[in-house]
Structure formats: structure tokens, C-alpha cells
């Protein structure tokens, strides 16, 4: 393999030391103690394990954990009355809303009942807008988690032409718009941009964020370009079920400068850069400086 392994796994544990030490500033200095609350509307095995998990790492931080775990058939009357407590609670300064909720609930309704500056998934429409004209706003956590990657392989990012593929709400919107905030140049590309290969061959950086299994062979690839991969996708080979990004890896390796892995690239980078959030909405908050290398 010819490229230099982006190890997200390994930088995510710096981010979140560096949240750590962060709060453990706050508590010190400031007698403040960042909290971070999380809403589960019913069972679904997937998400069960991520608010687990997003649990764990906000105490081993530091930081306080508040889980709501609501019936499937939760009215959204009362989905919204808990929100409405979250928001004028001052010892929590982050909010998420796990997603999928089910089907009666309506997402956007419930994600813009969420205080902005609370909104640590960066979702709100409100949020939205604020990153799309270049203002201070709370960042998606994946894109965020990639821009840190980038940043910290390449130092600058000014001037880099970069192709986004995958045009979603969550990813490959608020992505370009950090790239571009960067002083890159950028396009974003998805399944039915004309000369697709062509496209991303020009790239020094490409971000893959399709959700379609290793769509991006290597020969799409530049000469030393940087991929960071964002899909995960459940396929079977060879009898096994595995997980693959939205990139082939092992062609792409050949080519690339550098890429992320999958798994072990992005994914570790999401609930990282959320504990970040929560940090850094608390300072706001509060009105405290920022800390750095957290923010976008």
C-alpha cells in the first residue's frame, strides 16, 4: 500500500483527550461541568448501541450524561414537551435526537425544536444557515471530524481543489461548505454528475460520502490525492459479512497520498467531534473562550 493510513481511530482518542482536558478545565476554573443530553425514541438495535456508546465516552470525559429513553409510540406532543425541558435546562448545553425516529414522528419538526445553540448535531435549519453564509454555528460531527483529519495531514487547506460525492443534509453539504471555508475549491459530485471519474481524477482531495459499496475505484483516484472515506456499508464476501467504505480500498491505496480506512477512519471521528460540541456550546454558553483545534 503506497498511502499514508489516516488512523481515525487513533485521533479520535486525541480529541477526545483533548475534550478532557478541556472540561476538566472548566470544572477547575469556572465551576462548570458540560452536559450533554441524549434522546432515544424507541428500540431500534442500531441506534440503542450508538446512544450507548455516545453515554460511555461523555463520562469518560467528564462531562455529564443525560439519557431519555421514550416508548416507540411517544406522542410528539410529548417529544417536543421534553425538548421544550431540555432547552431551559442550564446544566445541559447539548441536545441530540437520535435519528431514525419512527414513522408518526416528524424529523424536521422535532430537530428545529431543538435550541440552536444547543443543537450539537448541527442539524437545526437554523444551524444550517449559519454555516451555509460563513457565521459562527454548531458543525455536524462527521464533516467536522473530516475537516479535523484534513487539517491535521495537510496543515493548510487553501487552494486545494476538493470533490465531495454525495450531496446529503448531513454530510456532503455542510462538508463543502467547511472546505470552502477553508479556501478550497470545491465541487460536489454525486451518482449522476456527468463524467464522474473524470471529476474526481482532478481532486487533491476527495471525500466519498455516497452510500454506495467501494463506488470509487482506485483509477478515479489522483496521483497522491487524499480520500477520506465516509460510507459504511454492510456487504458479504466470501460467505462473511463485512463492512466496506464507499471507496476501494485497496486500488485506491495504491494511488492516494493518503486515505482513511474502513472501519477504523471517520466513524470513530463522529462521536468525538459531538463531545467537542458539547464543549464547545458550553463555553458559548457561558461565554468562555472556545477551545481550539475543537471548532471548524
Known sequence: ???TLIDGKAFAAKVRGQVAEHVARLKEQNGITPGLAVVLVGEDPASQVYVRSKGKQTVEVGMN????????????????????QLNNDPSVHGILVQLPLPEHLDEDLVINSIAPEKDVDGFHISNVG????????????TPLGCLMMLRDHHGSLSG???VVIG???????????????????????HSRTKDLPDVVRRADIVV?????PEMVPGDWIKEGATVIDVGIN??????????????????????????TPVPGGVGPMTIACLLANTVTACCRANNLAEPEGLTA
Open 1 to 3: 500500500m503506497a498511502a
Open 65 to 84: 450524561s443525560y439519557e431519555h429513553k421514550l416508548e416507540a409510540d411517544t406522542s410528539e406532543a410529548d417529544l417536543l414537551a421534553l425538548i421544550d
Open 130 to 141: 449559519l454555516l451555509g453564509t460563513g457565521q459562527k454555528s454548531m458543525v455536524p460531527c
Open 160 to 162: 486545494m481543489d476538493a
Open 167 to 189: 450531496r446529503s443534509n448531513i454530510v456532503g453539504k455542510p462538508m463543502a461548505q467547511l472546505l470552502l471555508g477553508d479556501s478550497c475549491t470545491v465541487t460536489i459530485a
Open 208 to 212: 466519498a460520502a455516497v452510500g454506495r
Open 234 to 259: 454492510r456487504i458479504e464476501r466470501d460467505g462473511k459479512n463485512v463492512l466496506v467504505g464507499d471507496v476501494d480500498f485497496a486500488s485506491a491505496a495504491e494511488r492516494a497520498g493518503a486515505i
